[in-house]
């Protein structure tokens, strides 16, 4: 039986040549194989916290999938909360209606407590993924409508997720000035 043997010590390479490239450009940040470096540096760190991350409830997840939120629909001003509800979900058979997507959602309540001034975000949790993907579709056509010209319609996030988009379109936007 023959014996493999490992290069000594010595003789492997060493990260302390890429330290030494990155350390040397950090000060040109214009360098494309810094900036290439940097970026898979970000991935690498960004995919490592996932995995350390716990799992999600995949039933939460499921049921994430097939929701949307939808912002600025002005809420009620009845007085009584059951009326309040029945006009939510008015307006969301009018949403679902300007969009020409025949489909009951499972579920509608605004999220967060109630203040004046301010207006709460609507959850709609709908039966199918299918069924929100096609209301995300037809967005623009909802907003072609004066009175929902304002609302703002998007998938369900976790927060982690809102946090991520929130940062990434704030690069974005310094990024065009």
Not at 134 to 147: H, S
Not at 161 to 170: D, N, V
Request: hydrophobic fraction near 30%; aromatic fraction near 4%; glycine fraction near 2%.
């Amino acid at each position: 039986m023959s014996s493999v043997s490992l290069p000594s010590r010595s003789s492997r390479p060493s990260l302390s040549l890429s330290k030494k490239y990155l350390d040397s450009v950090a000060d040109r940040s214009s360098d494309p194989l810094y900036l290439a470096l940097k970026a898979c540096v970000e991935v690498l760190k960004q995919t490592h916290q996932h995995y350390l991350q716990p799992s999600e409830d995949p039933i939460e997840t499921e049921k994430r999938n097939r929701s949307i939120v939808i912002e600025n629909l002005p809420e009620s001003s009845r007085s009584l909360a059951s009326e309040r509800v029945d006009d939510d979900y008015s307006h969301i058979k009018k949403i679902l209606d300007a969009a020409d997507i025949e489909v009951r959602p499972e579920t509608v309540f605004r999220m967060g407590e109630r203040r004046a001034g301010k207006v709460r975000p609507l959850k709609v949790i709908l039966p199918r993924v299918s069924s929100q993907r096609a209301i995300l579709r037809q967005t623009k056509k909802i907003n072609d409508r004066p009175e929902y010209s304002s609302v703002r319609i998007r998938p369900s996030l976790t927060e982690k997720e809102r946090k991520e988009q929130s940062a990434s379109s704030t690069r974005r936007e310094k990024a065009s000035t």
